[in-house]
Nanobody, 124 residues
Framework: QVQLVESGGGLVQAGASLRLSCAASGRTFSNFLMGWFRQAPGKERDFVAAITWNGGRTYYEDSVKGRFTISRDNAKNTVSLQMNSLKPGDTAVYYC?????????????????WGQGTQVTVSS
């Protein structure tokens, strides 16, 4: 079992930055592909970004490319999401999730472990 705890959400104005962090405990962190998803009110949970077990490859949803950066520190069992140039459309609850190595990163059903989520609100 892997326990995931997100932090770093908040209320910011458009154009600002936030850094989300996710601390993992339990099973070996480096065994997992790590992802960030988000869910806006009344909408489905959507893929945002993912990073392979060793940080060698990263993946992004098109609307966040060039603005968001995912990173991980396997020594500290953490994964982060740096969010720059935030837009009102980025408002959502953001979830950290873990999937077995080699999983298809975009499909939330491949992620067996989820955090409780952290709220990000971007005002115009």
């Amino acid at each position: 079992q892997v326990q995931l705890v997100e932090s770093g959400g908040g209320l910011v104005q458009a154009g600002a930055s936030l850094r989300l962090s996710c601390a993992a405990s339990g099973r070996t962190f480096s065994n997992f592909l790590m992802g960030w998803f988000r869910q806006a009110p009344g909408k489905e949970r959507d893929f945002v970004a993912a990073i392979t077990w060793n940080g060698g490859r990263t993946y992004y949803e098109d609307s966040v490319k060039g603005r968001f950066t995912i990173s991980r520190d396997n020594a500290k069992n953490t994964v982060s999401l740096q969010m720059n140039s935030l837009k009102p459309g980025d408002t959502a609850v953001y979830y950290c999730a873990a999937a077995p190595r080699g999983s298809w990163y975009r499909d939330g059903q491949n992620y067996a472990h989820w955090g409780q989520g952290t709220q990000v609100t971007v005002s115009s």
